[in-house]
T-cell receptor, first 114, second 112 residues
Framework: SQTIHQWPATLVQPVGSPLSLECTVEGTSNPNLYWYRQAAGRGLQLLFY??????ISSEVPQNLSASRPQDRQFILSSKKLLLSDSGFYLCAWSRGQGANYGYTFGSGTRLTVV | AQSVTQPDIHITVSEGASLELRCNYS??????LFWYVQSPGQGLQLLLK??????LVQGIKGFEAEFKRSQSSFNLRKPSVHWSDAAEYFC??????????FGPGTRLSVLP
């Protein structure tokens, strides 16, 4: 069966520090991968998605970036965190186009920028 | 562009009572429809989905949802709520490709 792992579960980082969140999927190949952010009191916002190694699409311009160095690995990064980057970050995967199949989500990373 | 509304921000029900969470969508064609549940501090778990066919779909944990094209709705129901159902519920619409829109969510509280 397929599983998705996301870490760390919680993270407290100072403003201006770098960020690296990692997500890996097991039990499937060539998944579509996604990063969502859920800010307090707000809905889910799609940040990035990837349909293959090295292919990244950005939905929202910001100081975050994403990379997919391997088929089942998706990384969310920032060179310098802002206070507004605080939130709950969710990685997800789908078999094919997410709009047609739905997503399977990881357990999330709670990021607090102080 | 498609959109999703969940009119109820917060609902409180007593344990054992029935539940209906509302979801309305806006899309020009028949969308793919989903309901997700999120427990505090956790990721989202898929409850059920509708692609085509029977408009009443059964999901996990005793939930069901009914697609009503004439009302552009996909309401989630459960006949008897358990305390463990307290969570946030998200309706979502897929309109092909990467066009996937989540509703704002409805927080469910369950009274003992």
């Amino acid at each position: 069966s397929q599983t998705i792992h996301q870490w760390p579960a919680t993270l407290v980082q100072p403003v201006g520090s770098p960020l690296s969140l990692e997500c890996t999927v097991e039990g499937t190949s060539n998944p579509n991968l996604y990063w969502y952010r859920q800010a307090a009191g707000r809905g889910l916002q799609l940040l990035f998605y990837s349909v293959g190694i090295g292919q990244i699409s950005s939905e929202v311009p910001q100081n975050l970036s994403a990379s997919r160095p391997q088929d089942r690995q998706f990384i969310l990064s920032s060179k310098k965190l802002l206070l507004s980057d605080s939130g709950f970050y969710l990685c997800a995967w789908s078999r094919g186009q997410g709009a047609n199949y739905g997503y399977t989500f990881g357990s999330g990373t709670r990021l607090t920028v102080v | 562009a498609q959109s999703v509304t969940q009119p109820d921000i917060h609902i409180t029900v007593s344990e054992g009572a029935s539940l209906e969470l509302r979801c309305n969508y806006s899309y020009g064609a028949t969308p793919y429809l989903f309901w997700y549940v999120q427990s505090p501090g956790q990721g989202l778990q898929l409850l059920l989905k509708y692609f085509s066919g029977d408009t009443l779909v059964q999901g996990i944990k005793g939930f069901e949802a009914e697609f009503k094209r004439s009302q552009s709705s996909f309401n989630l129901r459960k006949p008897s709520v358990h305390w463990s159902d307290a969570a946030e519920y998200f309706c979502a619409v897929g309109a092909g490709g990467q066009n996937f829109v989540f509703g704002p969510g409805t927080r469910l509280s369950v009274l003992p």
